[in-house]
C-alpha cells in the first residue's frame, strides 16, 4: 500500500520561496511517475508538474513554468517542489500524488496549505 | 489545452436516488477519463479511470460512461458516505492535465 505525507507548507510573503516535500513509501520510483497537485481555498483542483520515474523527464502547467521545480531524492523516498517567485495566487493547498499502474492519480496524500501573503 | 466542463454545479438528491453527473471535453479525449471524489477535508479519491474503469475499493453502485467529449459518472442509488464533490480529469492531451470545475453532490 503507497503511503504519501507532505510537509514544508507554510506563510510566505510574495516573491518568497518554500521547498515542499513528499515522503513516500510502498512505491517503485524507477516505475512510475509522481505528479503535484493543488487546490486553492474553496476552488477546483489544478494540475501542477510531474516527474517520470522511468527517464526522469519533467512537466509542468503554464503557471508555474519556470518558476517551480519538482525533483525526486531516490535515496531518500522523497519527491520536494521548489518553489520560487511565489505568488499570491499560488496561495492552495498542495497534494502530491503517485501516476501508477493505471496511469492516473491513483494514491494521494494528505496535502500541505502553501499561504503566500504580505 | 483541453476544457473539462461539468453539469450541473450542484445536484441536490436524497439517499436512494439515482445520481448522473455529467462532463464534457473542449476536444476529444478519447476514453482517457477519471472521476475523483473529494470530502471536506480530504484528498482526492480516484473513482473511476479510462471513462468506465471502477478503482479498487470503489462500491458497484458507481458507474461511467462515455467516450470522445461526453462522459457520465452514474451512482445507481446514493448512500450517505457519497455526497461529496466529483471531479473529471483527462489525460487525453497533456500536458497539461485538467480537471472539471467540480460537481458538488449535497442532501437535499
Known amino acids: 500500500e503507497v503511503h504519501m505525507l507532505e510537509s514544508g507548507g507554510g506563510l510566505v510573503q510574495p516573491g518568497g520561496s518554500l521547498r515542499l516535500s513528499c515522503a513516500v513509501s510502498?512505491?517503485?520510483?524507477?516505475?512510475?511517475?509522481l505528479t503535484w497537485v493543488r487546490q486553492a481555498p474553496g476552488k477546483g483542483l489544478e494540475w501542477v508538474s510531474l516527474i517520470s520515474g522511468t527517464d526522469g523527464s519533467k512537466y509542468y502547467a503554464d503557471s508555474v513554468k519556470g518558476r517551480f521545480t519538482i525533483a525526486t531524492d531516490r535515496s531518500k523516498n522523497t519527491l520536494y517542489l521548489q518553489m520560487n517567485s511565489l505568488r499570491v495566487e499560488d496561495t492552495a493547498v498542495y497534494y502530491c500524488?503517485?501516476?501508477?499502474?493505471?496511469?492516473?492519480?491513483?494514491?494521494w496524500g494528505q496535502g500541505t496549505l502553501v499561504t503566500v501573503s504580505s | 489545452e483541453i476544457v473539462l466542463t461539468q453539469s450541473p454545479a450542484t445536484l441536490s438528491l436524497s439517499p436512494g436516488e439515482r445520481a448522473t453527473l455529467s462532463c464534457r471535453a473542449s476536444q476529444s479525449v478519447s476514453n482517457y477519463l477519471a472521476w475523483y471524489q473529494q470530502k471536506p477535508g480530504q484528498a482526492p479519491r480516484l473513482v473511476i479511470y479510462d471513462a468506465s474503469n471502477r478503482a479498487t475499493g470503489i462500491p458497484a453502485r458507481f458507474s461511467g460512461s462515455g467516450s470522445g467529449t461526453d462522459f457520465t459518472l452514474t451512482i445507481s442509488s446514493l448512500e450517505p458516505e457519497d455526497f461529496a464533490v466529483y471531479y473529471c480529469q483527462q489525460r487525453g492531451n497533456w500536458p497539461p492535465y485538467t480537471f472539471g470545475q467540480g460537481t458538488k453532490l449535497e442532501i437535499k
Open positions: 500524488a503517485t501516476r501508477g499502474v493505471l496511469n492516473w492519480f491513483d494514491s
Open positions: 510502498g512505491f517503485t520510483f524507477s516505475f512510475y511517475a
